[in-house]
């Protein structure tokens, strides 16, 4: 800090930001309340339970549900990761930056409902015409490619999390010298080897976060999936299915609290692992740069 | 080798394949298939401007208009409460703390949004745990009934559903405004206020921009806001076209969906014009 | 091309797949389980359907469902509901005939349901309701539930009973009333309690004109400008929600909502007689036309069978407050009293009760989904909604 610095203005900041988050967390905290208690949303009366957690593994629409949801997940990630890398390396590349950051950006501008709306159009008419080329061709090869279902769900989700994959990719890469690989190619080392033995490590950590945060993105994604999907249930249109018709089941908030869990424990464990880190590589650097003791 | 090479230069158009084929095209579509013809369950090709003159005649254009109104009103009140977090967590914090503060802003996504603006209802109330907690301090006797089935119920389930993103992109912003500055704009005497309006605001302005037009963007678009927070009827551009789809009046989601983009690439043609927001993703160091 | 008409190709699959089916025999067909599209309540004696399956002794694959009429017609006529469900449920007196005119779902042999001959004489040939369940004459599917809708109101608070809409319409609960966010059932409602209070010639509520509707849709637009609406519920979670927390005192509502928004709050919630008169309704299943290809017919059958049971008519009763559609529910009730306690049967015949007192009243108005306006009813709901 400098001359100008106010401590005091420095901890009210701190104490703002930790405010903030904690606001925003209150939902979050209020559902995992909520899940402990017998009686469920909303009731008078609150008996702490444990029963719900263990309902989650027996109920089959439930497990069914997540089932699915964590393919999507995972299909998603398998190809919007690669995708992100292959277009941030495009990007700094090319000439007319605009065009590619308009075309992988726009999806974070273009509302839900919008979006899912206008590819159920699309994907509708597309299959078709792919029914009618193929009745031409007198094939029934193509009759199922575009009907609703996982592939149309695995597209839409792949639009949607491009934008954040690919910004976050973006920004690890900027941090990585490009001089080195044109010295890894000098050194006569393919373009493949000199981005996976020497790049890649670099922008691992990026990488690793455009996937937990795709991850993360398509559990909780629901208007593009609901209009998307074909018969099978994810997470999220079995949740509100619940909220419109009967009431979301209890179990329901346990699933979403234990979700919660995971998820706090694995960005906690981040934060703790890389502040334990750095204290560590501190401690060692202070070592070495103290004087010797006589 | 020149196949291998070509294909491998072929794989970075990959994505933008993608993105075009999958998105833009769609998107584009949206326009053709608004003026199509409405049959029963689906639609004709044909050439009718029938959804947008409903689109039009009907209440529906107030809604949408509304809708925006409230919107901007939940943007600037993220900016005010959360741009300064940004600048404080790019200035104050050591830079390799700096992703761990980010990080916390990403917890509230754990939980679906659903979830998230439902958990608003009893926080919000009658006798939810605003109310009891201003009655139980003494500062109300009567519960307020304006926070919730109101706009105002929106647009605090929009700012707290939306907060995050502004301090993403408020941080991204600010990487284009070097540490120096600050204590140079220091040296010289400034005060607090001349530095934002005069250094951060213009350098941060592209990101500013995104960010807010992202907000602006979802706070039209999701449906769930108005749907469980809103009051009698409240609906929002998204509804709409969710309403029309189930409807099955696929011409007129269609026409919301064009009119929404033509509103969107207007504001991000407009931005890019003042700002140029390529900038985001390159700042300076 | 119009999409409206079989592609050649889904001919051929479909005959394909029939052959391969009667090559196979139903025997393979009985092992598997059945698709069944429908919506929670369907289900009782627990948190999932295991009491079903094992009950009807059939294996249950069960999809989640709406209850918005749209989602149906969509996914059976234009989308692949007859690839992936073998049988679904959705409102009578109009559904079935709007999916049999585009058969999609097959015509049944209730010869094959033994429970048929308990079923409430209303459905019989003839009856009242006859008409719900059959398309030209044939019957095409089974009710499971019904009831006439109703206001729920909160009685510790209000300290009275209330026996009429207007309550739902006056100032002494302006804010803290509430309507179903659907123009279907709000629109009937409030155009049974305008024709029968005089303040509106209305012919048939369930069924207006374009003018008629003008007329109720101001009625409600002047009511929301007062303040009356805390808000239009959309969803059960939300319908609960709203009357459990005291948000609002009185709503206009499913059963379902008030049994349970009764048994979260601890506060003594009820739902009454209204005497304008109600909007009744059914739900039923059908067995579409894949699911009869699949040789799933006799699967659907026995679970038909179970539905048409008194088991099944107590439960939902007891449940959610919803109507049996057979007759024995309660000499089946008194025969179990290790299932029923004194307090359950009580309620049971409490609700029962209740229902004839509804059902008697002369105003009462079959729910229509498919009225013959409904672009003007979609139009002037977007007006209510934006006022």
């Known amino acids: ?294 | ?285 | 091309m119009n999409q409206m008409e079989f592609s050649r190709r889904q001919m051929m699959a479909l005959m394909g797949s029939a052959a391969a089916v009667a090559a196979t025999g139903p025997a393979a067909a009985a092992s598997e389980p059945l698709k069944l599209w429908t919506i929670g309540v369907a289900k009782v004696g627990g948190k999932d359907w295991s009491a079903m399956e094992a009950q009807s002794g059939i294996s249950i694959a069960y999809n989640a469902k709406s209850a918005r009429a749209d989602e149906a017609i969509q996914k059976m006529v234009v989308g692949d509901g007859n690839a992936l469900y073998d049988a679904m449920s959705d409102n009578g007196g109009g559904m079935e005939d709007a999916l049999a005119s585009q058969g999609v779902i097959a015509e049944l042999d209730v010869s094959q349901i033994p429970n048929w001959a308990n079923i409430l004489p209303t459905y019989q040939d003839g009856g009242a309701a006859a008409d719900t369940i059959r398309y030209e004459g044939k019957i095409v599917s089974v009710p499971y539930i019904s009831n006439a809708d109703s206001l729920a109101y909160n009685n510790t608070v209000i300290g009275a009973d209330l026996t009429s809409w207007e309550a739902l319409f006056d100032e002494q609960f302006r804010g803290r009333a509430a309507m179903q966010n659907d123009f279907g059932p709000t629109l009937t409602n409030t155009a049974i309690y305008l024709k029968e209070s005089g303040k509106q010639d209305i012919e048939n509520p369930s069924d207006m004109s374009a003018a008629e509707v003008k007329g109720v849709c101001q009625f409600l637009i002047d009511m929301k400008k007062k303040g009356q609406f805390r808000t239009f519920w959309d969803g059960f979670q939300n319908g609960v929600d709203l009357l459990a927390s005291e948000e609002v005192l009185v709503s206009s509502c499913w059963e379902p909502i008030q049994v349970v928004s009764a048994k979260k709050s601890a506060q003594d919630i009820r739902y009454g007689t209204m005497k304008e008169g109600h909007q009744t309704w059914n739900n039923m299943f059908m067995l579409t036309k894949g699911g009869e290809e699949r040789g799933q017919a006799e699967n659907f059958y026995k679970l038909m069978n179970l539905y048409l049971s008194p088991w099944f008519g107590a439960r939902t009763l007891a449940t959610f407050g919803f109507t049996p559609q057979m007759q024995g529910v309660n000499e089946y009730v008194e025969a179990h009293p290790d299932d029923f306690d004194a307090d359950a049967k009580a309620t049971i015949a409490g609700r029962l009760a209740n229902k004839q007192a509804r059902l008697a009243i002369k105003g009462n108005s079959w729910q229509n989904v498919f009225p013959t306006n409904i672009r003007d009813y979609q139009d002037w709901w977007a007006r209510v909604q934006a006022a």
């Open chain 1, 1 to 294: 800090m400098n001359d100008y610095a106010n401590p005091w203005g420095y901890r009210l900041q701190w104490m703002y930001l930790l405010l903030v988050v904690t606001t925003l967390m209150s939902p979050v905290f209020y559902v995992m309340y909520v899940s402990f208690n017998e009686n469920g949303f909303g009731a008078a009366e609150y008996v702490f339970t444990l029963e719900w957690y263990g309902v989650i593994f027996t109920d089959k629409l439930m497990m069914n549900a997540l089932g699915w949801t964590l393919s999507l997940a995972v299909v998603t990630t398998v190809v919007t990761v690669p995708f992100a890398v292959l277009a941030a390396k495009f990007y700094k590349t090319a000439r007319s930056k605009v065009w590619v950051v308009f075309l992988l950006l726009s999806p974070l501008f273009v509302a839900a409902d919008i979006f899912g709306a206008a590819l159920l159009v699309y994907f509708k008419n597309l299959n078709h015409t792919l029914v009618w080329v193929g009745d031409w061709m007198d094939t029934g090869v193509m009759d199922g490619w575009f009907k609703l279902g996982f592939t149309t769900a695995w597209i839409g989700l792949i639009i949607y999390t491009i934008p954040y994959a690919f910004i976050v990719v973006l920004i690890t890469m900027g941090r990585y010298k490009v001089q080195q690989t044109e010295a890894a190619r000098a050194c006569g080392a393919t373009a493949w080897r000199a981005f996976w033995d020497i790049e890649f490590p670099q922008i691992r950590p990026g990488v690793m976060s455009a996937c937990a945060f795709t991850v993360i993105l398509c559990f909780n994604e629901y208007t593009r999936t609901s209009l998307l999907k074909g018969g099978f249930d994810t997470f999220t249109t079995v949740l509100v299915s619940q909220m419109l018709n009967e009431g979301m089941s209890e179990q329901s908030y346990a699933m979403s609290s234990f979700v919660s869990f995971l998820a706090i424990a694995a960005i906690g464990s981040i934060i703790l692992w890389t502040l334990v880190r750095s204290e560590k590589l501190g401690a060692e650097a202070r070592a070495k740069a103290a004087p010797v003791a006589s």
């Open chain 2, 1 to 285: 080798m020149i196949l291998i090479d070509r294909l491998a230069r072929g794989a970075f158009l990959l994505p933008l394949v993608f993105m075009l084929v999958f998105f833009a095209l769609p998107i584009a579509l949206t326009a053709v298939w608004s003026v199509f013809e409405r049959t029963m369950f689906w639609m004709e090709p044909g050439f009718t401007l029938f959804a947008y003159e409903n689109f039009f005649t009907s209440a529906r254009l107030w809604n949408f208009l509304a809708s925006m109104y409230h919107s901007l009103i939940a943007v600037v009140i993220c900016l005010v409460l959360g741009f300064p977090i940004a600048v404080f967590v790019h200035r104050r914090v050591p830079q390799v703390a700096q992703h761990r503060v980010v990080l916390l802003f990403i917890l509230p996504f754990m939980v679906s949004e659903i979830i998230r603006i439902f958990a608003l209802r009893p926080v919000l109330q009658r006798n939810g745990l605003v109310n009891e907690t201003l009655q139980y301090l003494g500062i109300t006797s009567e519960p307020i009934t304006s926070i919730l089935f109101t706009p105002t119920g929106v647009i605090i389930g929009e700012v707290l559903s939306f907060l995050p993103f502004i301090v993403f992109s408020g941080f991204l912003a600010m990487e284009a405004v070097p540490k120096y500055i600050f204590e140079v704009c220091e040296d010289l005497g400034a005060s607090t206020f001349r530095i934002y309006k005069d250094v951060i605001l213009p350098l941060a302005a592209p990101g500013i921009f995104a960010g807010s037009v992202f907000i602006f963007v979802n706070g039209i678009g999701v449906a769930l806001l108005p749907n469980i927070l809103g009051g009698p009827g409240a609906v929002n551009a998204g509804l709409i076209a969710t309403q029309a789809i189930v409807a099955l009046d696929f011409p007129l989601a269609m026409a919301v969906s064009a009119i929404m983009m033509v509103t969107l690439f207007g504001l991000l043609y407009l931005g890019h014009r003042l700002f140029d927001l390529t900038t985001i993703l390159e700042p300076a160091r």
